[in-house]
């Protein structure tokens, strides 16, 4: 049984070595880790001063109790700083309670050490969160017997005070000096403290607010979403099952075309799949960044597009100025150049004398920009402000998912990019992306 009380009471003065590493730590536990580490360097140098003071006046005595102060505080940082602050702060209440029992006892109630109870027990309410609960009231409780000490021992313990009169006076104003010092400080600190944790949880309420909203719209894209891909997705599998029920009856005259109205919905359908794939990718992904060889990933993204209706019958244009390597995500920048040159060519007027696509690229140390021309329908100025949006078609002959401008910018943001776009309606296109060149840093 008494093993039992020793393990427990030795658990409750040790506590747990904690790792400050979480958020809540760092702004909880950690600044009382702080205050108490401030409190017992400050309360090190003053015993120190004292040591020397009574070495000077040739007081045994108060000797052994400020070389004594020293050592326990000096161990209270030692712990803490390895951790285990719940021994450190113990280890300081418990220590100075007990020396400032001793001392008061010695030096008699004239000589005013009754003052400092005040910052004791005040600093049990700085020094120990709602975690130390214990803790808490055991150095409570502690302070508290060592009072009803002093009080039923008639601060008389040690027999007749080492000194009265004057001196017992300048004690008495010393004590309490530094006793409202130091509730002064206590005083600073909670103020402080509560002056930041408002300003915490004012920001703490604006980014509320403004993750709200982001839901908000983030909820009001998805049901966007979910009813356009599923009209969007329906639309080519309806228009397939409907060829099929036409082959089934037809006596093969019309084979043909009706296979190459299927292959149109089908690549109408895997298209419209690469899009919410590359959206997916895009928000589930990191960035995997790599050296960029611009001239293929353009050839190739040509090359792919080639099956589009009047490509073939359009201009294409590359232009590469490059004075440093490109680094940069090749997966997604290759989803931002196939969807710029994929509108482009679709929008292309094929009725002007020489159809145009192009694309320039100038890469420097700091970034890249691109820019994608195309000389062909054009948008009206009432579009502008909307043509990066889920879904929006600026365009009535449009037949596409309208998710290509979306996933430019949607893929910009999460590789910290920028594009820009202008136009004139019947007469060209014009838009410029930047992204950071994500170069290396150079070895010494």
């Given at each position: 049984?008494?093993?039992?009380?020793?393990?427990?009471?030795?658990?409750?003065?040790?506590?747990?070595?904690?790792?400050?590493?979480?958020?809540?730590?760092?702004?909880?536990?950690?600044?009382r880790?702080?205050?108490?580490?401030?409190i017992?360097?400050?309360a090190?140098?003053?015993?120190?001063?004292?040591v020397?003071?009574?070495?000077?006046?040739?007081?045994l005595?108060?000797?052994?109790?400020?070389?004594?102060?020293?050592?326990?505080?000096?161990?209270?940082?030692?712990?803490?700083?390895?951790?285990?602050?719940?021994?450190?702060?113990n280890?300081?209440?418990?220590?100075?309670?007990?020396?400032?029992?001793?001392?008061?006892?010695?030096?008699?109630?004239?000589?005013?050490?009754q003052?400092?109870?005040f910052?004791?027990?005040?600093?049990?309410?700085?020094?120990?969160?709602?975690?130390?609960?214990?803790?808490?009231?055991?150095?409570?409780?502690?302070?508290?017997?060592?009072?009803?000490?002093?009080?039923?021992?008639?601060?008389?313990?040690?027999?007749?005070?080492?000194f009265?009169g004057k001196?017992?006076?300048?004690?008495?104003?010393?004590?309490?000096?530094?006793?409202?010092?130091?509730?002064?400080?206590?005083?600073?600190?909670?103020?402080?403290?509560?002056?930041?944790?408002?300003?915490?949880?004012?920001?703490?309420?604006?980014?509320?607010?403004?993750?709200?909203?982001?839901?908000?719209?983030?909820?009001q894209?998805?049901?966007?979403?979910?009813?356009?891909?599923?009209?969007?997705?329906?639309?080519?599998?309806?228009?397939?099952?409907?060829?099929i029920?036409?082959?089934?009856?037809?006596?093969?005259?019309?084979?043909?075309?009706?296979?190459?109205?299927?292959?149109?919905?089908?690549?109408?359908?895997?298209?419209?799949?690469?899009?919410?794939?590359?959206?997916?990718?895009?928000?589930?992904?990191?960035?995997?960044?790599k050296?960029?060889?611009?001239?293929?990933?353009?050839?190739?993204?040509?090359?792919?597009?080639?099956?589009?209706?009047?490509?073939?019958?359009?201009?294409?244009?590359?232009?590469?100025?490059?004075?440093?390597?490109?680094?940069?995500?090749?997966r997604?920048?290759n989803?931002?150049?196939?969807?710029?040159?994929?509108?482009?060519?679709?929008?292309?007027?094929?009725?002007?004398?020489?159809?145009?696509?192009?694309?320039?690229?100038?890469?420097?140390?700091?970034?890249?920009?691109?820019?994608?021309?195309?000389?062909?329908?054009?948008?009206?100025?009432?579009?502008?402000?909307?043509?990066?949006?889920?879904?929006y078609?600026?365009?009535?002959?449009?037949?596409g998912?309208?998710?290509?401008?979306?996933?430019?910018?949607?893929?910009?943001?999460?590789?910290?990019?920028?594009?820009y776009?202008?136009?004139?309606?019947?007469?060209?296109?014009?838009?410029?992306?930047?992204?950071?060149?994500?170069m290396?840093?150079?070895?010494?």
């Amino acid at each position: 049984m008494a093993t039992s009380w020793f393990r427990y009471f030795f658990r409750l003065m040790l506590g747990v070595r904690k790792h400050l590493t979480s958020y809540e730590d760092r702004r909880g536990e950690l600044s009382r880790y702080v205050i108490t580490h401030k409190i017992t360097l400050l309360a090190v140098v003053a015993a120190l001063m004292f040591v020397m003071l009574d070495v000077f006046i040739e007081r045994l005595m108060n000797i052994v109790v400020d070389v004594t102060a020293v050592f326990l505080f000096t161990s209270a940082i030692f712990l803490m700083r390895r951790g285990y602050f719940t021994a450190g702060k113990n280890i300081v209440i418990t220590g100075t309670a007990t020396l400032l029992t001793i001392n008061s006892s010695y030096e008699g109630r004239e000589a005013g050490n009754q003052y400092l109870w005040f910052p004791i027990v005040c600093s049990l309410f700085i020094m120990f969160s709602e975690h130390d609960n214990r803790s808490f009231w055991f150095s409570m409780v502690y302070s508290l017997i060592c009072i009803a000490f002093l009080e039923y021992t008639d601060y008389n313990f040690f027999g007749t005070p080492p000194f009265s009169g004057k001196e017992a006076y300048f004690n008495r104003l010393i004590c309490f000096g530094v006793s409202v010092s130091l509730l002064g400080f206590y005083v600073y600190v909670l103020v402080r403290s509560n002056t930041e944790a408002q300003k915490r949880q004012r920001r703490l309420i604006f980014t509320l607010k403004e993750r709200n909203q982001q839901l908000k719209h983030t909820n009001q894209e998805l049901d966007s979403f979910v009813y356009k891909a599923s009209h969007d997705l329906r639309a080519p599998l309806t228009s397939i099952l409907g060829l099929i029920q036409l082959l089934k009856g037809d006596d093969g005259s019309n084979f043909k075309q009706y296979i190459q109205l299927q292959e149109k919905s089908v690549k109408k359908l895997d298209s419209y799949i690469i899009d919410i794939l590359n959206l997916s990718r895009n928000s589930r992904l990191g960035l995997e960044i790599k050296e960029i060889n611009l001239m293929s990933m353009i050839d190739d993204a040509f090359n792919q597009l080639n099956y589009m209706e009047r490509s073939k019958n359009i201009k294409k244009d590359i232009k590469i100025t490059q004075s440093h390597k490109l680094y940069s995500d090749p997966r997604r920048l290759n989803v931002i150049v196939n969807n710029l040159l994929s509108n482009s060519i679709k929008y292309c007027d094929v009725s002007k004398s020489e159809p145009l696509v192009s694309i320039e690229v100038v890469v420097n140390e700091n970034e890249a920009e691109f820019s994608v021309f195309d000389n062909g329908l054009g948008i009206n100025n009432e579009h502008m402000d909307h043509v990066f949006n889920m879904f929006y078609r600026a365009n009535e002959l449009s037949t596409g998912s309208g998710l290509g401008l979306y996933i430019v910018k949607e893929t910009l943001m999460k590789m910290k990019g920028t594009v820009y776009l202008t136009s004139q309606a019947g007469e060209w296109t014009l838009i410029k992306v930047r992204i950071p060149n994500e170069m290396p840093l150079q070895q010494p």
